[in-house]
């Protein structure tokens, strides 16, 4: 029995993506021009599906990645729960070595187990568990909605996707993600099933261009 089917996107392209530079939750930046072709790609490809609410995060890139849909009348709810994680000291900075080690130093961390470490000024991925919980809750108490889209960010999808799918955190980044993938998931009342996985298919039609 299927209770609800859940398209799961990565925002589109924003120039710090381009750039390599993390973003977090305390960057609010807007799709670049490849962005917005990513979103019209996956518009093309999903126009036609009768999706019944779309959920986003409550930054910028999230909601111009589903903005058409939003904008053809399917309603709409935004949520800080669902926004990226945040990365505190390291946001917006760029990449040098002190600040690359430091990085990877607490990813090293995360797949060790130590998921509550946070790193400096930002958000452990527990924390992030934590407010997502209740949005997620509340997505699921809508019996009325069967097929959602959510629009959110890349480490907090891995950690919504570690949840759903009941793997520890520690696992979170064998949940590969790209600009405008998508991950499709259907909830059957007990358990979620992957049915896509980081699908970039409807992406091709950009090569065309």
């Not at 019209?40 to 058409?68: C, I, M, P």
């Not at 000291?89 to 130590?114: A, F, P, S």
């Not at 891995?158 to 759903?164: E, F, K, T």
């Amino acid at each position: 029995m299927i209770l609800k089917k859940i398209y799961l996107l990565r925002h589109g392209e924003t120039d710090y993506n381009l750039r390599g530079v993390v973003q977090g939750s305390g960057i609010n930046a807007s799709l670049n021009n490849t962005g917005k072709l990513q979103a019209d790609a996956f518009y093309l490809a999903y126009k036609n599906q009768a999706f019944d609410k779309v959920y986003t995060s409550a930054l910028r890139r999230s909601q111009e990645s589903v903005r058409k849909f939003i904008e053809k009348g399917i309603p709409h709810e935004s949520y800080e729960g669902l926004n990226e994680i945040s990365w505190g000291d390291h946001e917006g900075n760029g990449t040098d070595q002190i600040q690359n080690n430091y990085y990877h130093e607490v990813l090293d961390k995360w797949k060790e187990g130590r998921t509550d470490m946070i790193i400096g000024g930002g958000e452990s991925p527990e924390d992030v568990v934590r407010r997502q919980q209740p949005v997620m809750q509340h997505i699921l108490d809508q019996h009325d909605e069967q097929k959602i889209l959510m629009c959110i960010h890349g480490r907090a999808m891995r950690i919504l996707l570690c949840q759903l799918l009941n793997y520890p955190l520690k696992y979170m980044d064998i949940f590969e993600h790209n600009n405008l993938g998508l991950y499709e998931l259907t909830y059957t009342g007990k358990q979620f099933i992957i049915d896509k996985f980081n699908d970039t298919s409807h992406l091709k039609i950009l090569e065309t261009l």
